[in-house]
């Protein structure tokens, strides 16, 4: 079993009609490949997660990037793991709204995280600041 995560930017804000298209192709085709997953749709961006046969979500990968619906894929992660984690979903769906953050407790805004002295690994670091300019744009700090 492998997964693979990665990070898209949406060419445009999409309609509901539309992430109700995106959906239903997404599940059906992901059904006929056994692939399983989740995605996250926001202002600004798309997460998904998909796990399956390795070559089958090299494939489907490439048939993504290729997607107008978005651009600036990101990919997070991309390796074997002992089993799905989303095995009853060929496509989970959660819309994000960012306000809701705001009620999480410790949470803050991503422009405000300070990667300095966190005990995380120099990778570990550069890939957050990646994603953090990916999300807020290259003037990010």
């Given at each position: 079993?492998?997964h693979?995560?990665?990070?898209?930017?949406?060419?445009?804000?999409?309609?509901?009609?539309?992430?109700?298209?995106?959906?239903?192709?997404?599940?059906?085709?992901?059904?006929?490949?056994?692939?399983?997953?989740?995605?996250?749709?926001?202002?600004?961006?798309?997460?998904?997660?998909?796990?399956?046969?390795?070559?089958?979500?090299?494939?489907?990968?490439?048939?993504?990037?290729?997607?107008?619906?978005?651009?600036?894929?990101?990919?997070?992660?991309?390796?074997?793991?002992?089993?799905?984690?989303?095995?009853?979903?060929?496509m989970?769906?959660?819309?994000?709204?960012?306000?809701?953050?705001?009620?999480?407790?410790?949470?803050?805004?991503?422009?405000?995280?300070n990667?300095?002295?966190?005990?995380?690994?120099?990778?570990?670091?550069?890939?957050?600041e990646?994603?953090?300019?990916?999300?807020?744009?290259?003037?990010?700090?």
């Open positions: 079993m492998h693979l995560i990665y990070l898209s930017t949406p060419s445009h804000a999409l309609t509901d009609a539309e992430l109700g298209e995106l959906l239903r192709s997404a599940r059906a085709r992901n059904a006929e490949l056994n692939v399983t997953g989740m995605l996250f749709y926001g202002p600004g961006h798309f997460l998904q997660l998909l796990e399956g046969d390795e070559l089958t979500l090299a494939a489907l990968y490439e048939h993504i990037g290729q997607d107008a619906r978005h651009h600036s894929l990101v990919k997070l992660a991309d390796k074997a793991v002992v089993g799905r984690s989303f095995g009853d979903w060929a989970a769906f959660r819309p994000l709204d960012p306000e809701l953050f705001r009620y999480v407790h410790g949470y803050q805004p991503l422009e405000d995280v990667l300095v002295n966190t005990g995380l690994s120099h990778a570990d670091v550069m890939l957050l990646l994603l953090r300019t990916h999300l807020l744009g290259p003037q990010a700090d």
